[in-house]
């Protein structure tokens, strides 16, 4: 959940970081990484393959600052990351500095006590949101165990030759946007390019479609409070919500996957995509001719807010090994990671919104995405706050969600199954 005051602490953390870490110098790059004058060379592992060349340009700028400092970009397969770290923390011959997974994700590393806690060793945190750290923080001992890097923010990209075409322009209410999708399924186009296949996709389509139905961020404090669950009537209406436009989705959407969905947005054949904000740098990548836009779900009749909420979350944080020969030079590295530099360089070179507060995409595109989720923010509530026990929400939530868009189980059934999971570990806060 990430509030109003984000704005607001932006600005501030723009003017205390332009002040005190703007870049750092080389003396004290040197005087923290040069080991008594000798070549440090510093290994940042992930786990996007795809952006080695980004991470170069990146990195150079923080090498130019600090002679004797070589930093690599070591990317190993993303569904391999996670055990790979795991092994890799463990000794001395691991990465120096990894990017961490946010919130449930992150515990296990957290719990394992290879990670180093940044909270008296990156003064630059104090200027991060609360909410934006809950994504780097250890639930066990609230102390934060990375610098964020990306926050993600899910909308409806669009194809704006389609929407040209057909006469449409972004609703501003739920009725024009049913009209819309009318629209281009009468005209023989996909409305909707969504996946089913690849359930991870489905509590991220529904956050899009059902956020202002169940009350986004107030709903989430009643939950975390005990005052609400996934079973109450906002919850499963939300899940009917979304799945009201299931209709537009295609005549074959029960058979298709992630890729599929993409490459039906690619090709043209749908006019819409509902996804996160990292999709605008693969579509370019996939389709350089398509011109894209992004709208959010207007609230539909009944919804529990007025405003058009914005979901999103934090996508992850550079942390720093426990058992790294080169500690101090790698705290050094991550509290560059903290600066205005390091996120202008993060946005320009991956097109991706960075987490530092006051740095401004120059991307139209991801500027507009983050100033509509900074306006009305709501959380990616499955993944990001009810994942830190085992069954994790986000888990219980995909296949829950599959089994009711696929007919074989009701919204109630749905509901009922991620909050029996839950019940298992979760305690709520009062």
């Keep these: 959940m990430i509030s109003r005051r984000y704005g607001v602490l932006a600005a501030l953390g723009t003017l205390a970081l332009v002040i005190t870490a703007c870049s750092p110098s080389a003396s004290e790059g040197e005087s923290d990484t040069s080991n008594g004058g000798g070549e440090t060379t510093l290994e940042v592992w992930g ?7 980004a991470y170069e340009k990146i990195f150079q700028l923080y090498e130019d600052a600090n002679p004797g400092v070589t930093v690599e970009y070591v990317p190993y397969k993303a ?6 770290l795991r092994t890799g923390l463990s000794d001395q011959n691991g990465p ?3 990017q961490l997974r946010s919130y449930g994700l992150l515990q296990p590393v957290v719990a394992s006590d290879s990670v180093v806690p940044l909270d008296d060793e990156v003064d630059a945190l104090a200027d991060f949101p609360t909410e934006v750290l809950d994504g780097a923080r250890g639930v066990a001992d609230g102390q934060i165990y990375g610098v964020p890097f990306a926050l993600q923010t899910l909308h409806v990209i669009y194809n704006q030759a389609i929407f040209d075409e057909h006469g449409l322009t972004p609703p501003e209410t739920w009725e024009d946007m049913i009209a819309a999708f009318t ?8 409305p909707l390019a969504a996946t089913v296949t690849d359930t991870w996709m489905l509590p991220i389509q529904h956050e899009i479609f059902g956020a202002s139905t169940y009350g986004g961020s107030d709903y989430l404090e009643q939950m975390l409070a005990g005052a609400a669950t996934f079973t109450d009537r906002p919850w499963v209406d939300s899940l009917t919500t979304w799945n009201e436009t299931s209709p537009f989705w295609g005549s074959q959407y029960k058979g298709t996957s992630y ?7 690619t090709s043209g054949q749908a006019a819409m995509f509902p ?3 990292w999709e605008l740098a693969v579509f370019a990548q996939a389709n350089p001719d398509l011109e894209l836009g992004i709208f959010n779900v207007p609230p539909p009749p009944q919804a529990a807010v007025s405003e058009t909420l914005v979901p999103g979350y934090l996508d992850g944080s550079f942390g720093v090994s426990a058992n790294s020969p080169n500690q101090e030079a790698a705290l050094d590295l991550v509290r560059w990671m903290a600066t205005p530099e390091f ?18 995409p120059s991307d139209e595109l991801l500027a507009q995405a983050l100033d509509a989720y900074l306006a009305n923010p709501s959380p990616y509530v499955t993944y990001a706050y009810f994942s830190s026990g085992e069954p994790t929400a986000w888990d219980l939530a995909s296949e829950g969600l599959s089994n009711f868009v696929l007919g074989q189980w009701s919204a109630e059934e749905a509901a009922d199954h991620i909050q029996r999971g839950v019940d298992q570990w979760f305690e709520p806060t009062q």
Excluded: M
């Excluded at 786990?47 to 060349?53: P, S, T």
């Excluded at 569904?79 to 790979?84: P, S």
């Excluded at 890729?259 to 947005?265: E, G, I, P, S």
């Excluded at 996120?343 to 070179?349: I, M, V």
């Design 47 to 53: 786990w996007r393959q795809e952006d080695v060349a």
């Design 79 to 84: 569904e391999e990351y996670d055990t790979i």
């Design 96 to 98: 120096d500095v990894a």
């Design 183 to 190: 629209t281009l399924n009468d005209a023989d186009v996909v």
């Design 259 to 265: 890729t599929d969905a993409q490459a039906l947005f």
């Design 275 to 277: 996804g996160g904000v």
């Design 343 to 360: 996120g202008q360089a993060f946005t320009d070179e991956l097109r991706q919104i960075s987490a530092v507060p006051g740095v401004e």
